[in-house]
């Protein structure tokens, strides 16, 4: 799949931008702070729904504005397609697909992107957090329909938790035990059904990011992962009670194939924390809480890696991405986004990282420095400055 036309409204510090694309290198240069990472980051929210910068949408909205358009011209198997969203200030956001109206949440089913910029370092180094982030954007743009399953998940959790609070301060009435079993079969319901697609989803990750770190760094460094799931074996001996310190992360001991697998221990796990649940007022284990666990030769890659080693692990996460997501899906080649990327590798990581994407259908790039970017990538070069695109 490829962009052929980007069109911006109000988005950041565009008031308006017109861009045509091309298959192939696209790379967008000019000085810090003009603009470049905006238009790109514009393009990963028509397929995450999200900002790598931000989570909330109201700094996306240039600065007294009421709402931000993204539309872009798509074109896939010689189909062309108008995809756009409407991101409001104060009313919920709209989309449309050929200027019929969608859920914003459908939006990743007519296009599919893999966004990497320097924040990505916070999947590897950052909270479990970010993790579940990466793992869970990548999930609905394997399968779009988990987005309405991982958003279920959410708000289930918030309601078990606000009866969990009540039930902590008046102690667990008859009426309120009926109502969390209620919601502890929903949960379960939902959660095990991402814990399955999780598990697969890192599972099949492995080879991928492996071998796209190799094509980058040039040399066999044996990447690893290995999901961390909080129905498991871990938190269930962790004396914390499931508030997850740097030394509980470590690989699940029971890694469930099966819905119905996983159904079993998350039921049991949240048997076994029933009285401490109460006595927190708070779910204590699930989805959730997973976590990824990433290694590099046989160590853990936080906390052990170097700053260059953890920034290319990085890398490869989201090139190994982009390879499984192309291998599999219906919409071809998702559009590869590496914003500010150059700058940070030597002359020979430079060389391998446009070899690894030549055969991307389309790769955006951003860049502050011409001179950063291998030359086999710069046909299609576009200038920024201070928010709109300048011929040169
Ligand atoms: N909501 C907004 N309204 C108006 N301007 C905004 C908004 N959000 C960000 N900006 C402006 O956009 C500019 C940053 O743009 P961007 O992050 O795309 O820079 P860049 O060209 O990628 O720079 P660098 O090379 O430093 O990464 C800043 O000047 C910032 O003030």
Request: hydrophobic residues 35%; glycine residues 12%; proline residues 3%.
């Given at each position: 799949m490829i962009v052929t036309h980007l069109n911006l409204g109000d988005y950041r510090n565009y008031a308006a931008a017109d861009v045509p694309m091309h298959p192939g290198a696209n790379l967008f240069v000019g000085r810090n702070g003009q603009g470049k990472t905006n238009l790109v980051e514009a393009l990963g929210y028509l397929s995450t729904l999200g900002s790598h910068r931000v989570?909330?949408?109201?700094?996306?909205?240039?600065?007294?504005?009421d709402s931000a358009v993204i539309r872009a011209r798509l074109r896939h198997d010689e189909r062309d397609l108008l995809a756009e969203v409407q991101i409001n200030r104060s009313s919920p956001n709209r989309a449309q697909v050929n200027r019929s109206q969608i859920k914003p949440r459908e939006l990743p089913r007519y296009f599919s992107s893999v966004l990497f910029a320097p924040e990505d370092l916070g999947i590897v180094r950052g909270d479990p957090s970010a993790r579940r982030r990466f793992i869970d954007q990548l999930i609905v743009l394997r399968s779009p329909r988990m987005a309405g399953v991982l958003g279920d998940y959410d708000r289930v959790l918030r309601q078990r938790n606000t009866l969990l609070k009540s039930a902590r301060s008046t102690g667990l009435k008859e009426s309120q035990l009926t109502t969390l079993e209620i919601w502890d079969d929903k949960l379960v319901a939902l959660g095990s059904e991402i814990i399955v697609v999780r598990a697969a989803l890192v599972a099949a990750l492995g080879a991928p990011v492996a071998s796209a770190y190799s094509a980058v760094v040039?040399?066999?460094?044996r990447p690893t992962l290995a999901p961390v799931l909080s129905i498991g074996g871990v938190d269930a001996e962790d004396p914390d009670d499931?508030?997850?310190?740097?030394?509980?992360?470590?690989?699940?001991a029971v890694i469930p194939t099966t819905a119905a697998e996983a159904a079993g221990l998350f039921r049991a796990a949240l048997a076994s924390r029933r009285r401490s649940e109460l006595d927190r007022g708070l779910t204590l284990v699930g989805p959730h809480r997973d976590d990824v666990a990433f290694g590099l030769n046989g160590l853990p890659?936080?906390?052990?890696?170097?700053h260059g080693e953890s920034w290319s692990f990085a890398l490869a996460l989201k090139l190994g991405a982009a390879q499984l997501l192309r291998a599999e899906s219906s919409l071809g080649d998702p559009v590869l986004i590496l914003d500010?990327?150059?700058?940070?590798?030597?002359q020979g990581r430079r060389s391998r990282l446009a070899a690894a994407i030549a055969g991307f259908e389309q790769v955006l790039i951003t860049a502050a420095v011409l001179d950063d970017v291998p030359d086999t990538l710069t046909a299609h070069t576009v200038h920024i400055r201070a928010g709109e695109v300048v011929d040169e």
């Open positions: 989570s909330s949408d109201q700094a996306l909205i240039r600065a007294g504005a040039g040399e066999d460094h499931g508030v997850r310190g740097e030394h509980t992360v470590r690989p699940a890659v936080k906390g052990y890696a170097s500010d990327v150059f700058a940070e590798l030597d």
